[in-house]
């Protein structure tokens, strides 16, 4: 049996924060794909998100990861791949629901608002709940539509 991988990128205000969580998911079981950025210098945001947005996209990751300052450019760069919900996550709640009820495929954090075991608390959260389908499955289908189509 082969095991999960999961794309992961930073720009440089996520970087320190992605190699740890990197490292915490090879404590996980999974194998990760790194898509940079591999160091602090400054880098522009949206080409990792779109890097790991294809690697879900395409099938070389089953679910990714982005860190940059807040988080919110990485969340609007990622959302812009049809086959992508980003969910930018601030606590384990939120990292949770946006799995059960949403069915994110990549989490995204804000490598200035948030600590380490914090973020490692939000990740674990993240890999370990299935989405529930049920109702929510019906929800999830409209992320796609044409908000202005007759089916409601």
């Known amino acids: 049996m082969s095991r999960e991988t999961v794309a992961i990128a930073a720009d440089h205000a996520g970087f320190e924060l992605k190699s740890a969580l990197s490292e915490e998911l090879g404590k996980?079981?999974?194998?990760?794909?790194?898509?940079?950025?591999?160091?602090?210098?400054?880098?522009?945001?949206?080409?990792?998100?779109?890097?790991?947005?294809?690697?879900?996209?395409?099938?070389?990751?089953?679910?990714?990861?982005?860190?940059?300052?807040?988080?919110?450019?990485?969340?609007?760069?990622?959302?812009?791949?049809?086959?992508?919900?980003?969910?930018?996550?601030?606590?384990?709640?939120?990292?949770?629901?946006?799995?059960?009820?949403?069915?994110a495929n990549v989490l995204v954090l804000a490598g200035r608002g948030?600590?380490?075991?914090?973020?490692?608390?939000?990740?674990?959260a993240f890999m370990e709940t299935e989405f529930e389908g049920g109702r929510h499955a019906r929800r999830v289908a409209k992320l796609g539509a044409n908000p202005d189509s007759s089916e409601r």
């Open 114 to 124: 948030v600590d380490e075991n914090t973020a490692r608390r939000m990740l674990r």
């Open 28 to 103: 996980l079981g999974y194998d990760v794909l790194d898509l940079g950025t591999d160091g602090p210098d400054s880098v522009d945001y949206p080409d990792y998100a779109h890097a790991v947005a294809r690697a879900v996209e395409d099938g070389r990751s089953t679910r990714g990861l982005l860190v940059c300052g807040s988080g919110i450019g990485m969340s609007i760069a990622a959302n812009r791949h049809a086959d992508i919900r980003a969910a930018l996550c601030h606590d384990e709640i939120s990292a949770r629901l946006s799995r059960q009820h949403n069915d």
